[in-house]
């Protein structure tokens, strides 16, 4: 049985370049969440969707982030223009219905952005 | 404002003995807790969890302890195993009224058990 698959699981980039993280959630999980992990800041939640919707994206950095989940299986992260102060782990973790605090983590994006 | 501490970085503990991490919270109005552990190079993976209604959940040698009133938990495993070593995260959440999937982790108390 597949968990969460994250691609790719090591991208570096320069600043100012776009970079786009991918998730597919688990098979019948309608809770999708992305997260980002840093020495300073620790996990911390950017956005999470519900049944494709965007339910809260109060951690979402600043407008240079923005996430998409077009259909059940797909979610993407992009940021643009990249900067160094984003370097970090990038976690997608979905959960199953009426469960959405029993969340399943992928195996994370490490980014560098030079 | 972190609302989930966990003060202590790192244990260390010996092999078949007891090892108990902490973990202290703000905000009175979390009503579901959780414990996940992380190796090296993988994402957290769910360990135990605790409604606010119980003070204890066992899972094998696993036990989550839940003091509402001084608002701290704890995971106690007993007996620990080298497989144990890894990052232990609590996080705390919101259930009811559209937060449910809103969790707050802590920094992360990294355990090493010793053969």
């Known amino acids: 049985d597949a968990g969460v698959i994250q691609s790719p699981r090591h991208e570096v980039t320069e600043m100012g370049q776009e970079v786009t993280l991918r998730c597919k959630p688990i098979?019948?999980?309608?809770?999708l969440f992305w997260y980002r992990q840093t020495m300073m800041r620790g996990l911390e939640l950017l956005i999470y969707?519900?049944?494709?919707?965007?339910?809260?994206d109060s951690g979402m950095p600043e407008d240079r982030f923005s996430a998409k989940m077009p259909n059940a299986s797909f979610s993407t992260l992009k940021i643009q223009p990249s900067e160094p102060r984003d370097s970090a782990v990038y976690f997608c973790?979905?959960?199953?219905?009426?469960?959405?605090?029993?969340?399943?983590f992928g195996p994370g994006t490490r980014l560098t952005v030079t | 404002d972190q609302q989930v501490k966990q003060n202590s970085p790192s244990l260390s503990v010996q092999e078949g003995r007891i090892s108990i991490l902490n973990c202290d919270y703000t905000?009175?109005?979390?009503?579901?807790f959780l414990w996940y552990k992380k190796y090296p190079a993988e994402g957290p993976t769910f360990l135990i969890s605790?409604?606010?209604?119980?003070d204890k959940n066992e899972d094998g040698r696993f036990t989550v302890f839940l003091n509402k009133s001084a608002k701290h938990l704890s995971l106690h495993i007993v007996p620990s195993q080298p497989g144990d070593s890894a990052v232990y995260f609590c996080?705390?959440?919101?259930?009811?009224?559209?937060?449910?999937?809103?969790?707050?982790f802590g920094q992360g108390t990294e355990l090493s058990v010793k053969p």
């Open positions: 969707f519900n049944n494709n919707v965007p339910i809260d």
């Open positions: 996080a705390a959440s919101v259930r009811f009224y559209n937060q449910g999937g809103k969790l707050i």
């Open positions: 605790i409604s606010s209604i119980k």
């Open positions: 905000n009175s109005m979390f009503d579901y």
């Open positions: 098979s019948g999980h309608d809770y």
């Open positions: 973790a979905s959960s199953p219905p009426r469960r959405p605090y029993e969340q399943y």
